[in-house]
């Protein structure tokens, strides 16, 4: 099972919501990813977990605040947004051995800020 | 700054043709190459390369890397409509550094 899911498949928020994306693997995978994807472009990674801490951040606003609650699950939590925070925000996961291993990618979630 | 090149952005093609998308790379540590295929959402994984001049297939996919010249290419023939999407590379440099992303080809195939 190479499965990564994600939740929810859309989001519409406005800029004082407080809400969470949640992301769940149950390959036995010890990395896990944050990816922001703007229309036409790259993922662009936002948070790296490997062993259930974080590891990376890359620079990503406070309103963006990621949660591993065990090995199996991420959270985006998300407050304050602004509207170019718009995007498909995809979770990913790889065995965490190294993190150039291959990921895996979930569905993604669809956010849009009002 | 480790850096992940692909050409062409873009390519229109009729069905039944070959193409060859092109992913070059600069690098401190090399350690592996990879290509996803991204339709509508999500990127899924198509190939992983480590080693020169061993070519991994997958139907009428392709690919192959050249570690000297710093490249690798992903061969698709005889395009189908469905092989309409972008295809990202993306390479991994070292242990503690996760993959770098190119831009990706966007490949349109036209009946």
């Known amino acids: 099972d190479t499965e990564v899911t994600q939740t929810p498949k859309h989001l519409v928020m406005g800029m004082t919501n407080k809400k969470s994306l949640k992301c769940e693997q149950h390959m036995g995978h010890r990395a896990m990813y944050w990816y922001k994807q703007k229309a036409k472009k790259p993922p662009e990674l936002m948070f790296v977990?490997?062993?259930?801490?974080?590891?990376i951040n890359e620079s990503v606003p406070s309103r963006f605040s990621p949660e591993c609650p065990n090995s199996s699950l991420l959270n985006l939590h998300l407050h304050a947004l602004q509207p170019e925070d718009s995007a498909l925000y995809l979770c990913a996961s790889s065995s965490g051995t190294v993190l150039t291993d291959t990921q895996y990618f979930g569905p993604g979630t669809r956010l849009t800020v009002l | 700054e480790d850096k992940v090149v692909q050409s062409p952005l873009s390519l229109v093609v009729h069905e039944g043709d070959t193409v060859t998308l092109n992913c070059s790379y600069e690098?401190?540590?090399?350690?592996?190459l990879l290509w996803y295929k991204q339709e509508k959402k999500a990127p899924t994984f198509l190939f992983m390369l480590t080693s020169s001049g061993i070519e991994k297939k997958s139907g009428r996919l392709s690919s192959i890397l050249d570690k000297k010249e710093l490249f690798s290419i992903l061969n698709i023939t005889a395009t189908q409509t469905g092989d309409s999407a972008v295809y990202l590379c993306?390479?991994?440099?070292?242990?503690?550094?996760?993959?770098?992303f190119g831009k990706g080809t966007r490949l349109s195939v036209i009946a």
């Open positions: 690098v401190t540590n090399f350690r592996s």
């Open positions: 977990y490997s062993y259930e801490k974080l590891s």
């Open positions: 993306a390479g991994g440099f070292s242990g503690n550094t996760p993959l770098v």
